[in-house]
């Protein structure tokens, strides 16, 4: 326990070191405003975003410890969770991408207008952190703590290269790019890890809901860019649709809610 305290510890120091790297070095390439525009952006992203993962791993992790002797449960337990999460947040982040820039002058001014760019990248990159972040869950609940502190050593150091070389040449914009491509690698890491170390893997039911939520994810990033809003409430109705359907099927929600109201 004391091992695996450490090591979490030590993670968490090495992502503050590496913000701290990473904002030392924009404040010299780009300057103070680029870091309060940097700052501000994932502040939104990860702290209101965040909430949900706190949310859920509360319940998570206690019902992935209690089963992490077998495999084939353990398999199940992610599967469930990494489902539930890409359902919650695919037309959360959807609709977040409609709203990015009034969200932005709510919380801020229309002078932090600049982030919202990097915003539309940040929200993209959250599916792969979703679903990373479920499968991460497995490392600590089988007390693999080398492998934990490995796996987060390394995406620390490419996160701050590629955070480095996105801002160097795109600016605010190239962090998210960054963040959506550091996410991207870490959830092609852990999965590879995690097949190897623990013989996990997707079921067929997540692949479709992932595939599903991501299409229809840049099908409204594309409606964004060019500026065709009026269709895009037609896939925001979509994917609410999808996302209670599924919820449903998976968890009765029609009739948890019909019994809280009554």
């Known amino acids: 326990m004391m091992r695996m305290g450490f090591l979490i510890s030590l993670s968490g120091l090495l992502t503050a070191s590496g913000a701290y790297l990473l904002r030392v070095f924009i404040s010299q390439a780009g300057g103070i405003e680029d870091v309060g525009l940097y700052s501000a952006g994932f502040a939104i992203i990860n702290t209101y975003v965040g909430l949900i993962f706190n949310a859920m791993g509360t319940d998570y992790y ?55 760019e990097m915003l539309y990248w940040a929200a993209f990159g959250m599916f792969f952190k979703a679903t990373s972040w479920a499968i991460g869950f497995l490392f600590l609940a089988k007390n693999a703590s080398r492998i934990f502190f490995i796996s987060e050593l ?45 013989n996990f893997s997707f079921d067929n039911g997540f692949i479709k809901l992932f595939v599903v939520n991501i299409f229809l994810f840049l099908i409204v990033f594309l409606l964004v860019k060019i500026g065709n809003f009026q269709t895009l409430i037609i896939f925001v109705i979509i994917s609410f649709s999808y996302s209670l359907f599924k919820v449903d099927e998976r968890i009765g929600l029609k009739n948890k809610l019909l019994c809280f109201f009554r």
């Open 154 to 198: 390394m995406v620390n150091l490419y996160m701050l290269f590629f955070n480095i070389l996105g801002y160097y040449y795109l600016g605010l914009t190239g962090l998210g790019i960054s963040f959506f491509f550091s996410y991207f690698l870490y959830f092609m890491q852990v999965y590879v890890i995690s097949i190897k170390k623990f």
């Open 62 to 116: 206690p019902r992935l410890s209690a089963v992490v002797y077998d495999n084939d449960l353990c398999r199940q337990a992610v599967n469930q969770q990494a489902e539930i999460a890409i359902l919650i947040l695919g037309p959360i982040l959807i609709l977040f991408l409609i709203c990015t820039e009034w969200v932005v002058e709510l919380l801020y001014s229309d002078q932090f207008l600049a982030i919202s």
